[in-house]
């Protein structure tokens, strides 16, 4: 069975920079799937950020690219997100997600990041 | 980009069908066969239903189904069940990246 799970800092400061991993089980990220994340602000619906292919291709939400960077680390199996410049509107419940290219397959639980002095 | 437009909230009586719209442009519902959907609960990841319009994946139940036609895509589940009750959110592919819709909460009565 494949499971993520994010991890990362809770609270971030303004203008600070959110870094989130997601560990894998139950597959490789070497495997022919994209890795994705997806967030969900307070009372607001999902976000897709961005994701990475197996071989390191990444793509970005047009309206994040310019503070967005998502990497493939393979010898510990997981992916990572770094958002940049960050204000209250970043605050959201993060999750990372495996994307087959047709559908975010399989999710993580979320974890909740407030950018909050 | 702009987020998919769905209705904030449908509701139906168990047994009853419910019809979820999720309407976006020629850039990306109109335009792919990408289209997906997923069932959200409080405190639980998103679920994906269907998949390519109309597709379901192998564990869900038939009661679910896909549609679309030109620039809107539709999900209707037939028989509705209490179990049903969650936030539901349709994903687009667009060309290099994904749009999800506003999402809609379904009650069940």
């Known amino acids: 069975q494949v499971q993520l799970q994010e991890s990362g800092p809770g609270l971030v400061k303004p203008s600070g920079t959110l870094s989130l991993t997601c560990g894998v089980s139950g597959d490789s990220v070497s495997t022919n799937n994209w890795w994705s994340w997806v967030r969900q602000p307070p009372e607001k619906g999902l976000e897709w950020i961005g994701e990475i292919s197996y071989s390191g291709y990444t793509k970005y939400n047009p309206s994040l690219k310019s503070r967005i960077t998502i990497l493939l680390d393979k010898p510990k199996n997981q992916f990572s997100l770094i958002l940049t410049s960050v204000t209250a509107a970043d605050t959201a419940v993060y999750y990372c997600a495996r994307h087959t290219g047709r559908t975010f397959e399989y999710w993580g639980q979320g974890t909740l990041v407030t950018v909050s002095s | 980009q702009s987020a998919l437009t769905q209705p904030r909230s449908v509701s139906g009586s168990p047994g009853q069908s419910v019809t979820i719209s999720c309407t976006g442009t020629s850039s990306d519902v109109g335009g792919y066969d990408f289209v997906s959907w997923y069932q959200h609960s409080p405190g639980k990841a998103p679920k994906f239903m269907i998949y390519?319009?109309?597709k379901r994946p192998s564990g869900v139940p038939d009661r679910f189904s896909g549609s679309k036609s030109g620039n809107t895509a539709s999900l209707t589940i037939s028989g509705l069940q209490a179990e049903d009750e969650a936030e539901y959110y349709c994903c687009s592919y667009a060309g290099d990246f994904y749009v999800f819709g506003t999402g809609t909460k379904v009650t069940v009565l």
């Open positions: 390519d319009v109309s």
